[in-house]
């Protein structure tokens, strides 16, 4: 079945060490998405990208670094840099092709990372 | 303002009863609208797009209204199935997406 794959399911870190969040899927889908997600809070777009090897910063962007290698592939870097970095940590993808009816650019969530910061 | 707005709630209903939720949005150009839903400490799920004329799918009906820039959710006869957190998400152009905070509802036995 297609989807995405997310890895680690859990993970933790201590502070000053770079993590980095595996998201893999296999829809076919052009653009794919990191997001947070923090308790009372919409989920925030960290980096965003539409074609291989091409990305751009999201809204919270600071403490992040992500690649795009290949089109099933965007992994995130969570950085020493990042100062709250316990959250938990979404990647999504969507089809993002042109002509599509309203409604059809649809956001395919993986499973999720929680990170924790001891 | 925020993008998209949403009421917290939360909701308690008792099982069986109807339930509404609306969230608004900012920009007016926005082409896309969906519900999804989301459990406890999991991803959330596409559970409807939302149509300009509206669509119903089963016990859910979703509705959009452009004059007012609101959409909203119906939930009828509810089930203890469907206790989760409802966002609602505004995709403006294609890579933008905008999500709510999430209205919590919790049916009760």
């Known amino acids: 079945d297609g989807g995405i794959t997310q890895s680690p399911k859990y993970l933790f870190r201590k502070e000053g060490q770079n993590v980095t969040l595996s998201c893999e899927q296999n829809?076919?889908?052009?653009?794919m998405y990191w997001y947070r997600q923090d308790p009372g809070q919409g989920l925030r777009l960290i980096y965003y990208s539409q074609i291989v090897n091409d990305f751009q910063k999201g809204d919270i962007a600071e403490g992040y670094s992500v690649s795009r290698e290949k089109k099933e592939s965007f992994p995130l870097t969570v950085t020493s840099a990042q100062k709250n970095p316990t959250a938990f940590y979404l990647c999504?993808?969507?089809?993002?092709?042109?002509?599509?009816?309203?409604?059809?650019?649809?956001?395919?969530f993986g499973a999720g990372s929680r990170l924790t910061v001891l | 303002r925020k993008e998209v707005e949403q009421d917290p709630g939360p909701f308690n209903v008792p099982e069986g009863a109807t339930v509404a939720f609306n969230c608004t949005y900012s920009?007016?150009?926005?082409?896309?609208f969906f519900w999804y839903r989301q459990d406890c400490r999991k991803e959330p799920k596409l559970l409807m797009s939302?149509?300009?004329s509206g669509n119903e799918d089963g016990r859910f009906t979703a509705q959009l209204n452009r004059a007012s820039q609101y959409i909203s959710l119906l939930i009828r006869d509810s089930k203890l199935s469907d206790s989760a957190t409802y966002l609602c998400?505004?995709?403006?152009?294609?890579?933008?997406?905008?999500f709510g905070t999430g209205t919590s509802l919790t049916v009760i036995p």
């Open positions: 999504a993808s969507s089809p993002l092709r042109q002509g599509l009816t309203s409604g059809a650019n649809v956001l395919t």
């Open positions: 829809l076919n889908h052009d653009a």
């Open positions: 939302v149509y300009s």
């Open positions: 998400v505004v995709n403006p152009t294609g890579n933008q997406f905008y």
């Open positions: 920009n007016s150009a926005s082409q896309s």
